[in-house]
Every structure is written in C-alpha cells, then in structure tokens.
C-alpha cells in the first residue's frame, strides 16, 4: 500500500528518500567496449547471439525488412503514428535557432553560427517493452535540426526485430537501422566497426549495462543523458477524480520497478482515496508486480497545507513529469522552477507527453531537472562563433588586448595582438 506523508511532521530524509536499484556493471560493460573496438562486427554478432538469442548473419536491417515491416503494422496504428510525428514535428519546429551578425562596432562583425551534427545513433530498446514512442521522440528533432545521417540500434530479440519500432522509424526519417542492443551497440556507436559507422552523439534510454555504456563513452562522444527509472508527481487538489489521480500515478509506476510516483495534496479525504483507488487498479494491470513494486518502493502521498506548498515540495523533487490538476493551473505555471515537462489541469494526463501531444518525452530525471533540459533540437546542433576586424579597428584595440594579455603574464598573445600594427609602421 502507498504510503501517506504529513510533509510538516515527517522529516525531509523520509519523504525524499528513493530507493534505487544499484547494480555495479561497469567492469562487465568496460569488457564488452573493449571487445567491441578489437572485434568489431565478430563480437556484435556474438553477443547478439549470447543476449538476445539472435543468429546474425548480417548486422544491418535491408530495406526489404524495412518494408516487411511497415507491411505488417496495421493501418490505424501506423496512422497513429504518422499523427503522432506530426504533433512531434510541429512542436520541434518552434525550437529551431537562426544564425546572428552583430556589428557592435565600426570595423566589427561578430556572429553566431548553427551547425548540425553530422552523424547521429538512436539507441532503442527491445527488453520488457518496445519503445516505437522514443523513435520519433528521438528521431524527429535530429531531423529538424538538419543532421546528416540517422543511424538507429535495436535488439533483435530471438532474431526477430519489432515491426512497431521499424515502421517508427520510416515515419521519423531513420537512415540505417542495425540488428543490436546492449552496452555493445553503444560501443559500437561510439568508435565504429566494419559494418556501424561511428556516430558523434547517441541519445536514447536503455537498462543499466546502456547507462553505463553511455557514461563510458560519453567524451569519444557527446550523449544525451544517464537517465534513471521514470517519475511521476502530480498535485493535485481535494477536488480532483481519486480514480483519475491514482490512474496517472501507475501510468508512471507500471514503467519499472525503481519508478516513482508521488502525490501531494492538500487533502487528506483525497489522499486517502487515492491510495484506496491504486489498490483497486493495480488488481487490473497486465504489469502489476512491476507498478507493485514501484508504489510500495518509491510511491507516496505528502499531505501539503496548500497548493502553493505542493509546488514548493515539488520544485524540490524536480520531478521528471508533473501534473497540476486544480481548475486553475496556469497560475501557479510561474511558480515551476524545476520540472522535466509539465501537465496542466484536469484533463492532461502525462500520457499525452508520452506518445501525441508533441512535447520531447526524453526528459531529466533523479533531480537533474534542476540544471538540465528535455531533448529538443538543441541538442542536435552545435554553435561555432565568428569574428572579424578591419585593420582601424584592431588597430584601435590591440594595445587594450596585449595589456590584459600581459596582464595575465602571456606576453605571445599579447605580441599577437601588437604584431601587425609594428610592421605597419617598420614599412
């Protein structure tokens, strides 16, 4: 049963301790790296077939898989997802960035230039669940921003690779799609083989030998985010559907084990009712023992003595997803500092940001929500800054620079700056 909180009688440790699930992998996953770089496709092919049951005689998936796959979706659903990456698509637009001159001074031009990345590897996982959802959460933005190539990676579990994931993939634009999972599709991604060609980011969620991976390689390449089990808080006031609330708390809950979902209200009556109402649906999940674990683990209901408290008990949480249900939420929208995405109302359940909506759903979790963003076309582009001086105008500031040069005792930067006026003169 979740457990309830009066958030000024019990201590911080208490209502903000989570537990987690600590697995120490990275000696395996330092192995498996290592093995991929000197083995290159040979180990892939043998670890595709030690992890995922898979007998590989080729490694990339041909277009006549592709096509095989997209076949076999069934037309509502692809349909879905074609509106799905619309939603996506349109959202993303929004964020992208112009190039900028600025002519400050007489004899200056300053500028800010936008570049894509050239090459980019989507990782998708093929463990309890598939993900078609992260393809176009992942894919769609990249292409927004102008990457070169899109190179996608996904277990083909027993062999066989998920028509769901696949048709994902032709509708986001995916360029090449290869048969592999695991801390060795992120080597493989990082520093290239026969067959995978090296990519300069890899976003995309995955178990902890994934996380790892990424935190390994992160350097030889740029990545996106160590991201931990998934989060759920929703506020919620004494008038809002118990049924509803408890719904949206297992929606997150159902994810892992190590999920959270939280509650906090003002209303004891509610709170009540909602940890009766996850008792009475958990009973009907396919993913019970899962969303189980979950809310007698992570899950709780803190009783705040106001909204505006429960929104200060959550700028604290930082929370990956946050629900406002009251009638009306946008007031307290200013008062957000830290959430990964934010739910507004009674009729916007974080599922939405999952699948339709348009909002990216790879979002920082375990508090880094305070200091990180969700993904979004930023994090497909890299900025390089220009600049350019006439002669006059060096002239005018070259003695200014070799005095902050010297200053800081670098005398050659400070003759860079004098050089060019002294031979003018020796002429």
């Not at 507004?344 to 990180?372: I, K, M, Q, V, W």
């Amino acid at each position: 049963m979740i457990r309830i909180y009066e958030y000024n009688q019990v201590g911080d440790a208490e209502i903000f301790a989570r537990q987690e699930k600590k697995q120490d992998v990275s000696g395996a996953v330092s192995r498996i790296i290592a093995d991929v770089r000197q083995n290159g496709d040979d180990a892939l092919k043998r670890y595709g077939q030690e992890f995922d049951n898979a007998e590989l005689q080729t490694l990339e998936v041909s277009a006549e898989e592709r096509a095989a796959a997209l076949a076999a979706v069934d037309a509502d659903f692809l349909e879905i997802l074609r509106e799905a990456a619309a939603h996506i698509r349109a959202f993303h637009e929004k964020q992208k960035r112009q190039d900028f001159v600025a002519a400050e001074r007489e004899g200056v031009l300053l500028g800010q230039r936008h570049i894509p990345l050239e090459r980019v590897g989507l990782y998708v996982p093929g463990g309890t669940a598939s993900y078609p959802s992260t393809v176009l959460m992942d894919c769609i933005p990249a292409k927004i921003a102008g990457v070169g190539e899109i190179i996608m990676t996904t277990p083909a579990k027993n062999g066989k690779l998920n028509s769901d994931v696949l048709a994902a993939a032709e509708v986001a634009g995916v360029d090449r799609i290869f048969k592999m999972g695991g801390a060795q599709a992120v080597a493989a991604l990082a520093y290239g083989t026969e067959s995978v060609p090296r990519v300069d980011k890899i976003v995309g969620p995955g178990n902890a030998f994934v996380a790892e991976a990424k935190r390994q390689v992160f350097g030889q390449v740029s990545i996106d985010m160590i991201a931990g089990p998934s989060e759920i808080l929703v506020i919620a006031d004494g008038k809002s559907d118990p049924a509803v609330v408890a719904a949206d708390l297992l929606s997150q809950a159902e994810h892992d084990k190590m999920a959270s979902a939280v509650l906090v209200t003002e209303s004891r009556t509610l709170a009540e009712a909602v940890a009766a109402e996850i008792e009475r649906q958990l009973a009907e999940l396919p993913r019970a023992e899962i969303a189980r674990e979950s809310i007698e683990k992570n899950g709780k209901i803190i009783l705040a003595e106001s909204i505006v408290q429960a929104v200060e008990i959550s700028n604290r949480i930082a929370p990956e997803h946050l629900e406002i249900c009251v009638d009306e939420p946008f007031q307290y929208l200013p008062m957000i500092r830290h959430a990964g995405s934010v739910f507004l109302g009674r009729n916007a359940p974080e599922a939405l940001g999952d699948y339709f909506a348009g909002p990216n759903h790879t979002l920082p979790t375990s508090g880094t929500a305070r200091f990180s963003s969700p993904l979004s076309v930023d994090d497909f582009i890299k900025k390089s800054t220009f600049t350019y001086y006439t002669k006059d105008a060096l002239a005018k500031e070259a003695g200014k620079i070799a005095r902050f040069a010297e200053r800081e005792g670098l005398h050659a930067h400070a003759r860079s700056a004098l050089i060019r006026a002294e031979k003018e003169e020796q002429q």
